[in-house]
């Protein structure tokens, strides 16, 4: 929270620091629209905030995003220099210290039919970034077959912590568990979602072992990291593009474990997907975790092998 | 004797007040230079380094001469300590508190503001343009400060010096 105060104008800060504690733990985004009341997001509620620090549902009583505030909010995010963050505008997200991440909208401008970046910037989303240690626990056990890691597929809707899960695998395995010891880790993090990178540091904690190709496209990176970096598993988020599929088909094929995921409710779907659909039928993926928000976010729905047949939990961890 | 010490203090003194006219002339184009150098380091570090600003003036403002370095070291320091809210904000203050001690007039003062106006709130193609052009009316004015460092220089020195002989000589 104290990183997110810093790259806010005084003013707004004023208004959450008064937020009650409560609400302030929970804090998931604040979103910012130019002439439009504030609007914070904290477990799965929305509210208004009132100039002192009240939640409101009322619109006319929340405080009002002015032009003003917004030049002070693009200034202190670009610590004033606005063209160190042409890439960022081009993808329509700055991270932040912490690996924060504040999503912007306004004027698309356009080069040759291509998103040149984004000017007059009036939309903001600041998404705070919590990290949750220790989920990957209930499926570590599933990802190992006589000590050696299985390929694997995440699935899982979206705002399911596919992606909390997937960043706590890579840690797990970075540290080295009691399933395994410690492995060397690469991650491609095209969206700069799984280590949250700002310069190319991992703003989130994704182990001692790990190296994260930031900002890069997954099917170009997975090959980088493989010849260049030598990771014993690969970790990528949301492969969807053919030659992404490409990528992990080769990846696995030169000896490198890879645990990726995907969008989707279960097996049956992705199994309908072009791409993915071939790498299953081919059976690249040994485990097939799904999560759901059945027991809220992150539960594991079902862990499911190779030929698609569900594993119970004992029953993998004993033949581990 | 006191009236020979008190001629050779007018002498000694009027010769100093045309030896610092003179030497703004001698120190403008000298400080003009370190600013158009300033301002490509700047270009250098904004378009190709995308060095956030804060840390590009101080990297420039240690490179380069005291006398302008402490101009963009100020700023910096504005920005850093947030009491300046824009760039704009910082390059004035800076000025506002520094500008007296340098060599420099109106002219250059104007050309930094309107470069402070843009610095940092727009993609790379376009602060290069805005630095670019600053250079260049910086350059005409070097120009303009040569010439009269060429005619002004040696003529106040001498105008100081002869303008007291000619108290003493009208004294005695």
């Known amino acids: 929270m104290k990183e997110i105060m810093a790259i806010l104008p005084a003013t707004i800060r004023n208004i959450l620091s008064a937020l009650p504690a409560k609400v302030v733990e929970h804090l998931e985004e604040i979103r910012l629209r130019q002439n439009q009341p504030m609007e914070i997001r904290y477990g799965q509620q929305s509210s208004y905030v009132t100039p002192t620090g009240q939640l409101t549902s009322n619109v006319r009583q929340g405080w009002v995003f002015t032009a003003e505030q917004v030049v002070k909010l693009v200034n202190q995010l670009s610590q004033h220099s606005l063209y160190a963050l042409e890439e960022e505008l081009k993808r329509g997200y700055i991270t932040v210290v912490g690996g924060h991440r504040v999503g912007i909208a306004g004027k698309v401008v356009l080069e040759h039919g291509e998103v040149k970046g984004i000017r007059d910037l009036t939309s903001f989303n600041i998404r705070i970034a919590r990290e949750k240690k220790g989920v990957a626990q209930a499926v570590m056990p599933f990802l190992f077959e006589n000590g050696t890691l299985l390929n694997t597929l995440v699935i899982s809707p979206p705002q399911c912590g596919k992606t909390t899960l997937l960043r706590d695998i890579a840690r797990t395995i970075s540290y080295g568990s009691e399933w395994s010891s410690s492995r060397k880790v690469g991650i491609v993090d095209e969206r700069s979602e799984l280590a949250g990178c700002l310069q190319g540091v991992p703003q989130r904690d994704v182990g001692p072992r790990t190296d994260v190709l930031d900002a890069c496209p997954k099917a170009v990176g997975m090959m980088m990291l493989i010849r260049s970096m030598s990771p014993d598993v690969l970790i990528v988020d949301e492969v969807g593009r053919p030659e992404d599929g490409d990528a992990v088909w080769e990846a696995i094929h030169a000896g490198v474990a890879v645990i990726c995921s995907a969008h989707g409710a279960d097996v049956g779907e992705v199994a309908q997907r072009p791409m993915l659909g071939k790498l299953v039928r081919h059976g690249a993926f040994s485990r097939y975790i799904v999560l759901s928000r059945a027991r809220g976010v992150g539960t594991v729905q079902a862990v499911y092998d190779k030929s698609l047949n569900p594993l119970a939990k004992e029953q993998a961890v004993w033949s581990s | ?172």
């Open chain 2, 1 to 172: 004797m006191v009236k020979l010490i008190g001629a050779l203090m007018i002498l000694f003194s009027a010769s100093m007040v045309g030896w610092q006219i003179s030497s703004y002339y001698a120190n403008r184009p000298v400080q003009l230079r370190s600013l158009l150098l300033a301002l490509q380091m700047l270009e250098t570090e904004i378009v190709y380094g995308l060095t956030p600003l804060a840390r590009a003036f101080v990297k420039v403002g240690r490179r380069i001469s005291p006398v302008i370095g402490k101009l963009f070291l100020l700023a910096a320091e504005l920005l850093r300590e947030e009491q300046a809210q824009s760039a704009e904000e910082a390059l004035r203050l800076a000025m506002e508190r520094h500008w007296p001690q340098t060599a420099l007039g109106k002219q250059e003062k104007d050309v930094l503001t309107s470069l402070g106006l843009v610095l940092g709130s727009s993609d790379r193609e376009d602060q290069q343009k805005h630095l670019r052009l600053a250079v260049t009316h910086l350059r005409g004015l070097l120009e303009e400060a040569r010439a009269e460092q060429m005619k002004y220089e040696k003529m106040y020195k001498s105008l100081g010096f002869l303008g007291g002989l000619l108290i003493v000589i009208l004294m005695f």
